[in-house]
């Protein structure tokens, strides 16, 4: 990484005539516009403090010209990376499956397929690597984390059925994030297949066929019969070939966190899709806000690897906490690096949600609670020591399911109390115990009121346990 001067100085919220007196005590001669290596930037820092220092390091945001800064005579051709969307019950699942099960095993004889988020096949030579988690649920959160892994869409609608909501919807996110649009008119086999209804109903849109004139690839396929795959898999690759998607492999690896979860036996483990570079086993790395060293990587089939490529999604163990899906990653020098950036992202993220946390009353999480908008499951947590009730809140607060976010309404120490309870049934929430027990009074509330008490003594358990409920209290999608 380097910097200007003007640059550097902005960083620091300092003047650059001061950046260029210190340099000059230092004894480097610099004009404002002069470039700075690393170990001048370190110097400069360092003389403002161990916080600037981290400042500087902790800007993940900075992600994408990592992604896109590369020499072009230092970069190949990289496999696209996919996205399936379409209105449900369009057949994307359908399609993730038959793909996966027609190309994958093809070279890999003996693979044992593991979902971890993200798999690639193989066609004519190349790969492509398909995100598994259809609809655009993911798409979006990645998306509004500012997060960009898809480099094409592939849209299903059903030739049956053809173009409804969420089929526009996919269309808007793609759009919005300028990735390119392949057609795939499902469910050909059906007797009541209309794929010139398809047509004309997505010319609406702006996709209009290169048959009709247009730019769009439309390609007919039957997801179930495993008609059209190939076609469809090839234009995939004519895209790319036209998109030229690059990164250059000698780098330190930069990404993004395609899923994570707590596993019982293993820590944490998250799926990271590199963008740019190579992971390898006990690379120190930062994830969003946790950081650890690389411990093992485990590809789509199941396989331990010691490296992964640009576009290859691994899951990973070694992080010491669960990051969120979107969350970016990128791969440090040293260890200790690494630590200092991860904990003074965690810290942050620490100090702002207790600012964020509002005064609870009555009123206002009623109001909360009538505008619906974003679906939240509220908790009152009452744990026995203050640590344990941080560590719970914060794990908690990570959570998300499809969209939908734990709140903290209340979080305190000491048993489960009458006001606790009633506090809970007001607001629609569920108490949650860390190593503590409701009293006599706050029992009776609880049966009176019909408040969902769960007592736990182990975070993952109760992480677990909220996932469930909230997989369960999500609408249906239509
Ligand atoms: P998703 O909600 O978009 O993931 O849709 P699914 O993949 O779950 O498919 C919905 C239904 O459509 C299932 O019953 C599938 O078996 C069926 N389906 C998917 N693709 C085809 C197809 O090509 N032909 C027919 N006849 N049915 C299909």
């Given at each position: 990484e380097s910097l200007t001067v003007q640059e550097l100085a902005k960083k620091l919220h300092r003047e650059p005539s001061e950046i260029i007196k210190k340099l000059f005590m230092l004894g480097v001669m610099a004009t404002i516009n002069q470039t700075l290596d690393k170990d001048a930037i370190e110097l400069i820092a360092g003389e403002y403090g161990v916080e600037v220092e981290e400042e500087i390091l902790v800007d993940l945001t900075d992600l994408e010209s990592l992604v896109t800064d590369d020499a072009p005579e230092n970069t190949i051709e990289r496999p696209s990376v996919v996205t399936i969307m379409g209105?449900?019950?369009?057949?994307k699942t359908t399609l993730l499956d038959s793909i996966r099960n027609t190309k994958v095993t093809e070279g890999e004889a003996g693979g044992i397929t593991q979902h971890i988020g993200a798999y690639q096949v193989e066609v004519s030579g190349k790969k492509i690597t398909f995100?598994?988690?259809?609809?655009h649920a993911a798409f979006t959160t990645m998306r509004a984390r500012g997060a960009q892994v898809t480099d094409i869409t592939i849209l299903v609608v059903a030739a049956d059925d053809g173009v409804m909501p969420q089929t526009v919807e996919a269309i808007n996110h793609a759009k919005a994030a300028e990735v390119p649009i392949i057609v795939a008119v499902n469910?050909?086999?059906?007797?009541?297949?209309?794929p010139d209804r398809v047509m004309q109903e997505l010319t609406e849109h702006g996709l209009v066929s290169e048959a009709w004139g247009g730019d769009t690839i439309f390609v007919p396929i039957s997801a179930k019969q495993g008609e059209g795959i190939d076609t469809l898999l090839e234009m995939v690759l004519l895209v790319g070939e036209v998109e030229e998607y690059k990164a250059n492999p000698e780098r330190r690896a930069v990404g993004t966190v395609i899923e994570s979860r707590l596993d019982k036996g293993r820590g944490t483990v998250a799926t990271l899709l590199v963008q740019n570079g190579t992971l390898k086993i006990g690379d120190p790395i930062v994830v969003g806000n946790s950081f650890g060293r690389v411990r093992a990587m485990v590809n789509d089939l199941g396989r331990r690897v010691k490296e992964a490529g640009p576009s290859t999604p691994v899951e990973i163990t070694g992080l010491n906490e669960v990051p969120d899906a979107g969350d970016r990653f990128i791969v440090f020098e040293d260890e200790k690096t690494a630590r200092q950036v991860g904990e003074t992202r965690a810290q942050r993220q620490l100090v702002s949600s207790r600012n964020e946390k509002s005064v609870v009353t009555l009123d206002n999480l009623f109001e909360q609670m009538k505008q619906g908008e974003i679906k939240e499951l509220n908790i009152v947590l009452k744990a026995d020591v203050q640590g344990s009730a941080e560590a719970v809140a914060a794990s908690l607060q990570k959570i998300e399911v499809e969209g939908a976010k734990v709140k903290i309404i209340h979080s305190g120490v000491g048993a489960i109390s009458e006001s606790d309870i009633i506090l809970a049934s007001a607001s629609n929430a569920i108490v949650i115990g860390f190593n503590v027990r409701p009293d006599v009074n706050a029992k009776r509330a609880a049966e009176a009121e019909n408040v969902d008490v769960r007592l736990h003594r182990i975070i993952y358990k109760a992480i677990e346990e909220i996932e469930a409920a909230m997989k369960g209290m999500l609408d249906p999608e239509f």
């Open positions: 209105h449900v019950d369009h057949g995100l598994d988690t259809p609809g469910k050909m086999d059906k007797e009541s297949a209309n």
